[in-house]
């Protein structure tokens, strides 16, 4: 079975970091594009960043110079790495799997979702 499983989330103050660790198992890791999304209570479901099969990445602006995705195929997990947090990061945040191809940020080209961890950010 795919399973994907979002785990690093916490409490934190602003302008604090968390890393995030996505663990995949099931299926090819170095064969999919991994994405981070994140959804705040009342909102959709957004996506925040990507890594593609070759570690080419993409970012939401509002994320981008604070958040930075990596992967380490050989223990196929991906990480967000969270600095400078603020209030409006809070979210449950998600990893997601697609086959390969561009990295992108439209939920509609995942195929696999994980459980996901929350994150919130304090003033």
């Known amino acids: 079975d795919v399973q994907l499983q979002a785990s690093g989330g916490g409490s934190v103050q602003v302008g604090g970091s968390l890393r995030l660790s996505c663990a995949a198992s099931?299926?090819?890791?170095?064969?999919?594009?991994i994405g981070w999304f994140r959804q705040a209570p009342g909102k959709e479901r957004e996506g925040i960043s990507c890594?593609?099969?070759?570690?080419?990445?993409s970012y939401r602006d509002s994320v981008k110079g604070r958040f930075t995705v990596s992967r380490d195929t050989a223990a196929n997990r991906v990480y967000l790495q969270m600095n400078n947090l603020k209030p409006e990061d809070t979210a449950v945040y998600y990893c997601a799997a697609a086959g390969p191809g561009v990295c992108g940020l439209g939920r509609s080209m995942y195929d696999y979702w994980g459980l996901g961890t929350q994150v919130t950010v304090s003033s």
């Open positions: 099931g299926f090819t890791f170095d064969d999919y594009i």
């Open positions: 890594i593609s099969t070759s570690a080419f990445t």
